[in-house]
């Protein structure tokens, strides 16, 4: 099982799959091979949500930025 840490650093450093995991998070980790628990699913979908109602908030970016 992955990690939220695991998703995190692939955010950060491949654009291919921060952009793929923008439209189909499940789609992008199955990309890079990672694969999380239906909890941590579940808080990243959430935060996917909150990004497509707010387009001028990214909140992956900000927490990964800090």
Same mark, same amino acid.
């Given at each position: 099982?992955?990690? =939220?840490?695991?998703?995190? /650093?692939?955010?950060?450093? &491949?654009? /291919?799959?921060?952009? +793929?995991?923008? %439209? *189909?998070? #499940?789609?992008? =980790?199955?990309?890079?091979? =990672?694969?999380?628990?239906?909890? *941590?699913?579940?808080? %990243? &979908?959430? +935060? %996917?949500?909150?990004? &497509?109602? @707010?387009? #001028?908030? *990214?909140? +992956? @970016?900000?927490? %990964?930025?800090?």
């Amino acid at each position: 099982m992955s990690s =939220l840490e695991d998703v995190y /650093e692939q955010w950060q450093n &491949n654009a /291919e799959f921060r952009a +793929l995991f923008k %439209i *189909d998070p #499940d789609k992008a =980790l199955k990309s890079v091979k =990672l694969e999380l628990n239906a909890g *941590d699913f579940a808080k %990243i &979908n959430v +935060l %996917i949500n909150r990004k &497509n109602q @707010d387009s #001028d908030s *990214d909140e +992956l @970016d900000k927490r %990964i930025s800090k």
